[in-house]
């Protein structure tokens, strides 16, 4: 089994930054793909960034350049930095992580969420 525990989620002013981190633990032979999505309040959930295991990075278009995704494969940690934050970036983010945990297996894995509240 693989466990996420995700960080770094809180209230922040508009304008400010906030740093998210998702540490990975468990039977994890590799990572794959590693990814955060938010899920704003009465609204469905949202690719916000994605990094493959090469470390090429993908955005949604409303959160490019002003955040930015990256991993640390020795600790099997994602983090999101997060700057400029708006009201709109309100909402739960989650980490979802590709995960190979047998040499036949591999399987994505979900967070249980970080609040993130952008609000004056």
């Known amino acids: 089994q693989v466990q996420l525990v995700e960080s770094g989620g809180g209230l922040v002013q508009p304008g400010g930054s906030l740093r998210l981190s998702c540490a990975a633990s468990g039977s994890i032979l590799s990572l794959g793909a590693m990814r955060w999505y938010r899920q704003p309040p009465g609204n469905e959930r949202e690719m916000v960034a994605g990094i493959s295991s090469g470390g090429v990075t993908d955005y949604a278009d409303s959160v490019k350049g002003r955040f930015t995704i990256s991993r640390d494969n020795a600790k099997k940690t994602v983090y999101l930095a997060m700057n400029s934050l708006k009201p709109e970036d309100t909402g739960l983010y989650y980490c979802?992580?590709?995960?190979?945990?047998?040499?036949?297996?591999?399987?994505?894995?979900w967070g249980q969420g970080t609040q993130v509240t952008v609000s004056s």
């Open positions: 979802n992580v590709n995960a190979r945990t047998t040499w036949e297996r591999v399987e994505a894995y």
